[in-house]
């Protein structure tokens, strides 16, 4: 085989791979399986060109997912790859996140991940950006193939995925992007399916391919999720039992007490170390046993055990289904894939299905029914509480008139006496009320009926 | 090898007030799973790899990350152009040429200083037929796509002798791929189970049972009552329950709802959250503490205990679950519950004091002398101790009824394991044929292993139709899957801590499953 010259990549110079360079993966790009779909699969020169050539991916995380979803993607042959991180390098991340070493710790993981996998990896082109992925537009997500997810932040997945179920025009198939979304982090469906709901921390993840509107989007599953603890305020008030009790009391309570305005920096040690100190102090009034500074350091910084070996298989999980999806060189998944290492190895694949009433993909407006007596606040609360829904502070109205809006100020001020009305004499029976928040991407109808 | 604590409370205590120091930080995340005695088995572990493959880099770079104290990477090959292009650790095409071995170390040993690295440059091969002895110098050995006769007599040769390292063949081709965990035995004190101890509100303890029955709920305040613990308010209940009816609890359907009106009449108010948690918690009181079914079995078979400080640990056991009231030694660790802080404490010190005597009892039970920490780890984690019992590479192969059985109820993980048994078969057949394996001839290997009748069409198609595609590939993807699957085998092995697969793991990244196939 001669050696290939491609177009220019996107640096605009031509990288000539070496000859066999792609040995083994050509191995599978050059013939279908038996469960390959012979009408898709363009084996040969269509597909690698296509591959390694056209395709544009972009990877949302440089973390503990991202890093190994970044090797995966360019030793797969994706040669136009871009990544957005908003975090710096601790040294925390460098039991597992293979591309930092201590002496990138404070730099931008986007930008020092992007340097390493192109100084590692000839020819592939990695183009970071530091920053939020709320920054960018409608236009910029519109340019990529596919996009792939290594979060570990509800709220970030909630936006991308809306962003992306918004981007969809019927008339145009490229506004189509494939979702594929990887997590390690607990969030995941493992408690709805009965299988290892606290313990597995650490060793559990799962890895679910989203083609929005089409299959089960990431809002659909929303209120499947495994819950995060949540310690009441009066228990930590009142009747502390728990090392754990004391920490919240110390860093939710005492600190803005004390220290009133300065907010608590959770990877300041000195912080670190009051909130330590006075719940410790707080634990020996009260004869706890076990508060300790990892203890304390975990609880206020919300802590999850994170190891390297369950970040590659979800990352090589996710970097598959890529490489499926853009070489249609087998099936992807379909569309939820969980693994739990802790008890031999564990493994659950299954379709989650989409739910009509789904606010980003259902198109069909949500039934709530609520009290005659109701106030706009307590709906608001609802609305915040409600496993489903999850908005915080959202703003309502209804098709004719506005009812409460978080934003602007002066708005706020105007609508707030509404906060008191019932919402039964600003909506009729069966009535709908459109609920927006600025932190989503994504309007949520209410149809209301009263009880 | 033993379960080494030494390291273990000292370091705690000493790192319990200040902010920890550096390798602390370092590895954080993974001391909240495995603790400081797992961290420190990774330390003292010497891993043998075999062959400087993809998914062998992929593997090793999960456990440099986490701090393995040595691994030896074995291989005499040269990098292939195909190895840089699909490698990370590989230097891209200035790598093509070197030794395959010496580039991978040189590249891997950057991601950690902590952890000593040796390249080892001689064929395998050699190495088997001049020095065996060297495989005993290693705590675990990885092998992946080894030469099916190599790996066999490996394989053969660790078995031979019970105290050998653990090994770890990887089979992969394609998408597709298999490994297996051999091993004699392997003890397990901290399996961080998902089932929780008992607290025996069954089988209260005196103390326990005098506290419950001497609080005064009629006279106590509307905040008080709402404060008593579910433990109290379930133990008292049943006792009184029990006096009523010949000393039973309550059986049939009927009775268990009775027992839950009884508790629901106790409420002051319809929102005692207390009393939510009791009516919640109410099936405990009818479901008998004793000792779990794996424990059972396990003593049953006491003339294979090894004479270990493990093994010496569950012959005390089993003597203690022998005696009234059958159970194993109480735990000290009581969960949250709704409750007043004074309360609570109290309860919690019931637990605690009576989980001290009954350690006592247990260490009274021991017939040779155990260190006193590993007692209290092992007492501290009796429900869920383990012993596995491991089987050798390749032994399922030669017993046709096991496969047959297997072929019915896990169909596909089965069909694959033949798809690479008749591969590694096709690899070792002479005169060694070029280019790859027909459909035909793997189908002619598998039907030496099972009868024709047997054999499951859609998925052995599926399975060597992907093998015949694609199989010399180590696609990147899928050496990244093993290098975190494999990798997470060895944590387990080497820390003693969860569970690792006990026959083989077999995956299928077309369809994206994993199933395991019990040896």
Redesign the interface.
Same mark, same amino acid.
Do not use: M
């Given at each position: 085989m001669a050696t290939a010259a491609g177009p220019p990549t996107a640096n605009g110079f031509h990288y000539a791979?070496?000859? !066999?360079?792609?040995?083994?993966?050509d191995? &599978?790009l050059d013939? @279908?399986?038996?469960?390959t779909d012979p009408d898709s699969f363009m084996a040969g020169a269509a597909v690698k060109n296509f591959l390694r050539d056209k395709c544009k991916i972009l990877v949302i995380g440089a973390g503990g997912l991202g890093c190994?979803i970044l090797?995966?993607l360019a /030793?797969?042959g994706f040669k136009d790859i871009h990544v957005i991180d908003m975090d710096t390098i601790d040294? $925390?991340n /460098?039991? *597992?996140q293979?591309l930092f070493?201590p002496k990138d710790v404070g730099q931008p993981k986007a930008t020092i991940a992007a340097e390493y996998i192109m100084k *590692? &990896?000839?020819g592939v082109t990695v183009t970071p950006y530091y920053g939020k992925i709320q920054d960018k537009d409608d236009d910029y997500y519109m340019q990529f193939n596919l996009v792939i997810c290594g979060l570990d932040s509800v709220e970030a997945r909630r936006w991308i995925n809306a962003t992306l179920v918004n981007l969809v025009d019927r008339e145009n198939p490229e506004s189509l992007k494939p979702l594929i979304d990887g997590g390690t982090e607990g969030r995941d469906l493992s408690f709805r399916y009965h299988v290892? @709901?606290? *313990? %597995?921390?650490?060793?559990k993840g799962q890895?679910r391919v989203i083609l929005p509107t089409i299959t089960s989007c990431y809002e659909c599953s929303l209120d499947m999720l495994n819950k995060p603890t949540v310690f009441p305020i009066c228990t930590i008030a009142? =009747?502390? *039992?728990?090392p754990e009790h004391c920490i919240e009391w110390a860093s939710v309570l005492e600190w803005p007490r004390v220290k009133g305005e300065t907010k608590l920096d959770t990877d300041d040690?000195d912080h670190?170390?009051w909130v330590?100190d006075v719940a410790l102090k707080r634990a020996e009034e +009260?004869?706890?046993e076990g508060v300790?500074? $990892?203890l304390t350091?975990?609880v206020v910084k919300n802590?999850? @055990? #994170?190891?390297? $070996? =369950?970040?590659?298989?979800?990352?090589? %999980?996710c970097?598959?289904?890529a +490489?499926k999806i853009a070489t249609s060189s087998? #099936?992807c /998944?379909n569309n939820y +894939?969980m693994?739990i290492? =802790? !008890? %031999?190895?564990y %493994?659950y694949?299954f379709e989650h299905e989409k739910r009509d009433d789904c606010p980003v993909c259902g198109g069909e407006s949500l039934e709530i029914s609520i009290p005659e007596s109701w106030t706009v606040e307590r709906l608001i609360e609802m609305l915040v509480e409600r496993q489903d829904i999850q908005i915080k502070k959202p703003s309502l109205s209804t098709p004719t008139k506005h009812i409460y809006f978080q934003a602007p100020p002066q708005l706020e001020t105007a609508m707030r006496p509404n906060l008191e009305k019932k919402v039964s004499e600003l909506v009729p029976e069966g009535g709908d009320v459109i609920v927006t928040a600025s932190t989503l991407p994504f309007n949520l109808s209410l149809r209301i009926t009263y009880t | 090898m033993g379960f080494d604590i030494s390291h273990d409370i000292n370091a705690e205590t000493a790192t319990t007030h200040v902010q920890p120091d550096t390798k602390t930080r370092r590895y954080d995340r993974q001391l909240r799973l495995w603790a400081s005695m797992g961290q420190s088995a990774l330390e003292s572990a010497r891993i043998l790899v075999i062959g400087a493959s993809a998914t062998a880099t992929s593997i090793l770079k999960n456990l440099v990350l986490p701090g393995i104290g040595h691994f030896t990477l074995l291989d005499h090959a040269l990098v292939s152009p195909g190895d840089a292009g699909n490698n990370f650790f590989f230097d891209g095409p200035t790598s093509i040429g070197r030794n395959r071995s010496e580039e991978a170390v040189r590249l891997l040993a950057e991601l950690n200083d902590n952890v000593h690295a040796t390249a080892d440059t001689r064929d395998v091969a050699d190495v088997l037929a001049s020095d065996p002895s060297y495989f005993f110098g290693f705590s675990l050995i990885i092998t992946h796509n080894l030469a099916p006769v190599l790996l066999t007599r490996l394989a053969d040769l660790l078995w031979r002798n019970s105290s050998s390292p653990p090994l770890i063949p990887v089979r992969s081709a394609g998408f597709l791929a298999e490994i297996f965990v051999q091993f004699h035995t392997h003890e397990i004190i901290e399996s961080h189970t998902e089932t929780a101890p008992s607290i025996r509100i069954d089988k209260p303890f005196p103390a326990l049972l005098q506290a419950a029955q001497a609080l005064e709920f009629d006279s106590m305040d509307t905040t008080d009552h709402g404060h008593i613990p579910y433990v109290y308010i379930l133990v008292r209940a049943l006792d009184d329950w029990k006096a009523a009816h010949n000393g039973l609890p309550p059986q049939t359907h009927a009775e268990k709802q009775e027992f839950k009106s009884i508790l629901n009449a106790q409420r002051r108010t319809s929102d005692e959250e207390n009393f939510d948690e009791a009516l919640a918690q109410a099936y405990r009181a009818w479901t008998p503490t004793v000792v779990p079914p794996h424990l059972v079995e396990l003593f049953a078979d006491t003339a294979t205990m090894p004479p270990t400080p493990f093994g010496h640990l569950l012959i005390a056991l089993r003597s203690f679950s022998e005696r009234p009231p059958h159970v194993l030694p109480l735990n000290a660790t009581l969960p949250d519950m709704k409750s007043d802080t004074e309360s609570y404490v109290h309860l919690q010190n019931l637990y605690r004091t009576q989980a001290g005597e009954e350690r006592e009892q247990f260490r009274s039970l021991l017939r040779a002398p155990v260190d006193s920490e590993l007692v209290d780890l092992f007492v501290k984690n009796a429900h869920g101790v383990q012993l596995l019992k491991g089987a050798r590479y390749g032994a399922l192969d030669a017993l046709p009824e096991k496969l047959v059985m297997h072929l019915n109820s896990l169909t596909r993980e089965t069909a694959t394991h033949l798809a690479f048994s008749a591969l590694d078969a096709w690899r070792s057949s002479p005169p060694r044929q070029t280019g790859g394996p027909t459909e035909r001839e793997l189908r002619d290997h598998v039907v030496t292993l099972i009868p024709r009748t047997e054999l499951n069409e859609k998925e052995l198609s599926d399975a060597i139709g992907e093998i015949v595609r694609a199989p010399t590939a180590d696609l990147p993807n899928v050496a990244a899957f093993l290098g975190g699957i494999v990798a997470q085998e060895a944590i387990k092995m080497i820390t003693r801590q969860y569970v690792p697969v006990n026959g083989y793991c077999v995956i299928d990244l077309v369809d994206t499953w994993t199933g395991v196939l019990p040896s």
């Open positions: 791979d070496w000859e !066999d360079r792609y040995y083994h993966v191995q &599978v013939r @279908p399986g038996p469960r190994e090797a995966n /030793l797969s040294i $925390s /460098l039991n *597992r293979f070493r *590692r &990896v000839p290892a @709901p606290h *313990r %597995s921390e650490g060793f890895a009142n =009747t502390p *039992r728990l040690p670190i170390q330590y +009260f004869k706890i300790t500074w $990892s350091h975990g802590i999850i @055990p #994170a190891i390297a $070996s =369950t970040n590659a298989i979800i990352a090589a %999980s970097c598959n289904e +490489f087998a #099936a /998944l +894939f693994l290492g =802790t !008890d %031999s190895v %493994s694949t | -």
